[in-house]
């Protein structure tokens, strides 16, 4: 009996916890890390090539330089790349390591010219990929964008933001967002803008 009685009352707590946790998604008093973007999943739709005849980039490239640059930019310029006002917060803290040893272990092209591959994630895939997931020792409520796709075509990039608890790998919210590139100079600025796009337009779904 004391053993039913037990596992009744640890079911209850963790649902309980549960609940609470998923109404702290965008509870302002509740602290949430900013854990930056994931590229694991990404295609460029379109020719790996710079403005300007700048050359043609290598997938190496994308994933020392640029993504590592993409990601670097929520911590420097924390006012365009707002994650605290889009989630109703007057601040995060941040934790990009965890999403950079991610993609620090990529080796593949990324470089596709099937528009097909610029939508290939759903919320199930998205709930497999956090399961698996190296938070890296890090604990309590986390933010992070699967980069989904990235489209010359459409001068859009999508990704899926995904809020988890860290300590039982869990997705709580997670939902596809878009944002559309600038007439910013350079490939890295004007495939910055989707980014500080598609989180203003986070700060508009709940």
């Not at 980039?57 to 707002?82: A, C, G, H």
């Not at 878009?178 to 700060?203: C, E, H, Q, V």
Request: net charge positive; with cysteine; proline share 2%.
């Amino acid at each position: 009996m004391k053993k039913l009685l037990f596992i009744l009352a640890t079911a209850f707590f963790a649902l309980h916890t549960n609940a609470q946790t998923q109404a702290d998604v965008f509870n302002a008093d509740k602290e949430l890390t900013w854990l930056g973007l994931d590229f694991s999943q990404v295609h460029f739709i379109g020719p790996a090539t710079q403005a300007k005849d700048a050359g043609e980039i290598t997938p190496e490239e994308m994933r020392d330089k640029y993504f590592v640059s993409w990601n670097q930019l929520f911590v420097n310029e924390p006012k365009k790349f707002d994650v605290a006002k889009a989630t109703g917060r007057t601040s995060v803290k941040y934790n990009t390591d965890v999403t950079e040893k991610a993609n620090n272990k990529l080796n593949r092209d990324y470089f596709v010219s099937d528009a097909n591959q610029y939508h290939t994630l759903d919320e199930a895939k998205v709930k497999a990929l956090v399961k698996k997931y190296n938070f890296q020792g890090a604990k309590g409520l986390g933010l992070l964008y699967f980069v989904e796709g990235m489209s010359k075509g459409k001068e859009e990039a999508c990704a899926w933001a995904t809020f988890v608890n860290m300590d039982t790998k869990e997705v709580l919210w997670t939902q596809r967002i878009a944002g559309k590139a600038g007439m910013s100079i350079g490939f890295r600025n004007y495939w910055a803008n989707p980014f500080a796009n598609m989180t203003k337009d986070l700060g508009k779904k709940h």
